[in-house]
């Protein structure tokens, strides 16, 4: 099985990624890793500034990686902001049975209630360098992720009254044990 956890920055990919990998033992890959390394190899002229550029000149080759984990018969767990609304569209149904994906969104509600809470677990898995947070830029990304997910029908979770370390990775069991490849939103 593959497991895709997309959606907008700070809100707890990594960390949903990390809780997954620990309780299933799967192999994980951040999408910001596979995006440096095209970046510093000097593979593409894109930037980290070209966030929405980055996730459709590299969403190709993640497909494809994807495929070739199913083809292997191997787990693995993909994060990132790099997953379009529309990933689904480049696998047939035979693959579609073995990935399993949610976006994690926040509603403007909760980003303007609870601001001080954004950055709060920003390094608890990995040191973001000059993390600096933007609110409106947030609610921005966050209400994009989400709009995309209901054009695509993309399952997504959205955090809406407290952000739950273990409400996320309860509401991402949930995706994962569901047959179901497609729906609509958990919120928490």
Known sequence: ?????????HVGKTLVAQRLLEKYQYQC????HLKMAFIRSGRTQLTVNDDYEMRY??????AELIKTAIENHQNLIIEGCYI???WAQSF????????RCAFIVMSERYMRAKPET????????????????????????????????LKSNTRYI???????????????????S???????????
């Open 84 to 86: 379009p609304g529309e």
């Open 118 to 149: 954004l950055g709060q677990y920003a390094n608890v898995i990995e040191h973001r360098i000059a993390d600096h947070i933007d609110l409106e830029r947030l609610i921005m990304c966050s209400k994009y992720f989400k709009e995309d997910c």
């Open 57 to 62: 000149w590299l969403w190709p080759f993640v």
């Open 1 to 9: 099985m593959v497991i895709l956890v997309g959606g907008s920055s």
């Open 92 to 99: 047939t149904e035979d693959y579609l049975k073995e990935i």
């Open 158 to 176: 959205e955090i809406d009254t407290q952000f739950s370390e273990k409400a996320l990775v309860d509401a991402m069991d949930q995706i994962i």
């Open 178 to 188: 569901s047959p179901c490849t497609f729906g609509d939103g958990i919120m928490i």
């Open 29 to 32: 890959l951040s999408l910001d």
